[in-house]
Each structure stands twice: as structure tokens, then as C-alpha cells.
């Protein structure tokens, strides 16, 4: 099991498929997917395949989405970190996004900052990048608070099949300046 990141609460370490009762509590609750599109996942068997996939990005990629654990109870809370997005949004591809999704009973704990923070740092000093995107539905007030704390600014608003996202970014030399 590979650590990415840690922090004085968390550790983020790849996902796991042992994580998927963690995934499946996660990934099951519609109000976590409010501004996902609002398809959660049915079946343990759906929770199996994302992290599969996940997986997978770790091998083609070297970084994806990663389990995030709370550390002194050893408990999966969630997930975080950085994933190349090779498809087209906001005209942009091949890119580094930043992200997090967490269990509903850990919202409002600082969790998403602390681990969007540690997956910059991540990505900045580990990884090299010179920039990172973000993207939050703009109603998504909560998400669009925790990116903007972490350093990302917006640059604009965009349709995402319907619905009205902001688009966010930070750069290298930004990070540094913090």
C-alpha cells in the first residue's frame, strides 16, 4: 500500500479494494451526489468496478483519486486527490484536477480542506506540475469555499451538460507564494 500524502489528521494512501464498504457508503448517499449528476451507485458490484478503475489510473497515470483515512481510528472517510482528466472540459485536456468526495457524517470537519491541501502540496512538490484545475457547480457553495481556501482561483463559469460550473486553477508559482 502506497502513502501519497499525509497530514496531522489524514493519510491518503491508494484505494484499495478492501475500501469498498467505504466506497459503498459513500457512493450510495444521493446527497453526496447533489452536484455529481445525481447517479449514486446501486450495487457493491458498481463500487467494485470505480475502483478498478482507479487502479487502473494508478498504473497508466501514477496518481488517482486516493482513499482518505482518518488517521488515529484507521477509518476510510472518504477520497481525495489528483486525477489526469485526458477528456475535454471547459476546452481543456489533458490536465491535473484536484477533488475530494467524503462520507456525509465527516462533512464540515475541515477534512476537504486538509486533503485538498496535502493533494497540492502532493502534486506540486512530488509530481512537479506547474498548474492544477478544479471545477465545483456553482451552486456548490461549500466545494467552491473549500477550493478558493486552498489557494485555486476562479477563472470562469461553464456549461457541464446543463448545469453551471465554476472552473478553478492554481499554478506553481501561485502554491509557493501561499
Do not use: C
Amino acid at each position: 500500500m502506497k502513502i501519497f500524502a499525509e497530514t496531522d489528521r489524514l493519510i491518503l494512501r491508494e484505494i484499495l479494494p478492501s475500501d469498498k464498504n467505504g466506497m459503498y457508503e459513500l457512493d450510495t448517499d444521493p446527497l453526496v451526489h447533489r452536484y455529481l449528476g445525481n447517479q449514486p451507485v446501486t450495487t457493491m458490484e458498481q463500487v467494485e468496478e470505480v475502483i478498478e478503475f482507479i487502479r487502473q489510473q494508478y498504473l497508466d497515470n501514477g496518481t488517482g483519486r486516493l482513499a482518505v483515512v482518518e488517521k488515529y481510528k484507521n477509518e476510510f472517510i472518504g477520497w481525495a486527490g489528483l486525477k489526469l482528466v485526458r477528456g475535454m472540459y471547459n476546452n481543456h485536456s489533458n490536465y491535473y484536477e484536484v477533488g475530494y468526495r467524503f462520507i456525509r457524517k465527516y462533512w464540515g470537519m475541515g477534512y476537504a480542506t486538509e486533503a485538498a491541501r496535502a493533494s497540492l502540496e502532493y502534486g506540486f512538490e512530488g509530481l512537479q506540475l506547474n498548474e492544477i484545475y478544479a471545477m465545483a457547480e456553482t451552486e456548490n457553495t461549500a466545494s467552491r469555499h473549500v477550493l478558493e481556501k486552498v489557494g485555486l482561483r476562479y477563472i470562469e463559469k461553464f456549461d457541464l451538460e446543463g448545469d453551471e460550473h465554476d472552473w478553478f486553477k492554481i499554478t506553481r508559482e501561485e502554491w509557493g507564494k501561499r
